[in-house]
């Protein structure tokens, strides 16, 4: 069975500073790995999503994460966090046949002036 | 604008009387799935559609009915609801039977049940 697992349900950072979300999936078999981003009172939005090939994918909104399959790892990163970015992020995966999307429970990011 | 669009957003209902959230997507998408968000829980999926007239539970159907009668609308029924189905719900979308396609979301529906 799948799953997801976000570390963290809640981050803080500095204006500028390095952002962090870690998230790691199990899956029988090779996943569908997206980054969702949820801004108040609104849907999900796409951040960036791996199916196959490049396993360093960029998004939106200066944001990549990086497929690592050894550490069955998806952190999403962003080298200097902008007060915009405050927002709840979920990491979700899904099995190349069923028809499932397993979402993370998400990790609610601050950011500092 | 491609888009979902759910109704209502809100709603503050009693224990018991039967309601219908509706959902509607002008994409053309083969697939729909409505969820439930929990705080610490994230979205759990809890019916989802790969065409008309075709319908499955996810991960928490009890209590929630779907039909699927045409392909751009997705109603979630609750037919008796319940306080513990007060909740955030979402609708959401995507092209084809490829759970590689990212899933476009509704804005939510924000449901109380006293």
């Known amino acids: 069975a799948q799953s997801v697992t976000q570390l963290g349900s809640h981050v803080s950072v500095s204006e500028g500073a390095l952002v962090l979300l870690r998230c790691n999936y199990s899956s029988s078999v090779p996943p569908y790995l997206f980054w969702y981003v949820q801004y108040p009172n609104q849907g999900l939005q796409l951040l960036l999503k791996?199916?196959?090939?490049?396993?360093l994918v960029k998004g939106i909104n200066g944001f990549e994460a990086e497929f690592k399959k050894s550490e069955t790892s998806f952190h999403l990163t962003k080298p200097s966090a902008h007060m915009s970015d405050a927002a709840e992020y979920f990491c979700?995966?899904?099995?190349?046949?069923?028809?499932?999307?397993?979402f993370g429970a998400g990790t609610r990011l601050f950011v500092k002036a | 604008e491609a888009q979902v669009t759910q109704n209502p957003r809100y709603l503050i209902t009693v224990t018991g009387k039967k309601l219908t959230v509706t959902c509607s997507q002008n994409?053309?998408?083969?697939?729909m799935s409505w969820y439930r968000q929990d705080p610490g829980l994230g979205l759990r999926q809890i019916y989802y559609?790969?065409?008309?007239?075709?319908?499955d539970k996810g991960d928490v159907p009890e209590g929630y009915k779907v039909s699927r009668k045409e392909k751009r609308n997705f109603p979630l029924i609750l037919e008796s609801p319940s306080p513990n189905q007060t909740s955030l719900y979402f609708c959401?979308?995507?092209?084809?039977?490829?759970?590689?396609?990212?899933?476009?979301f509704g804005d939510g529906t924000r449901l109380s049940i006293l």
């Open positions: 994409m053309n998408h083969e697939y």
């Open positions: 791996y199916t196959t090939g490049a396993t």
């Open positions: 559609s790969m065409n008309v007239e075709v319908t």
């Open positions: 979700a995966v899904s099995d190349g046949g069923g028809f499932k999307t397993i």
């Open positions: 959401a979308s995507r092209p084809g039977d490829r759970s590689n396609q990212p899933q476009h």
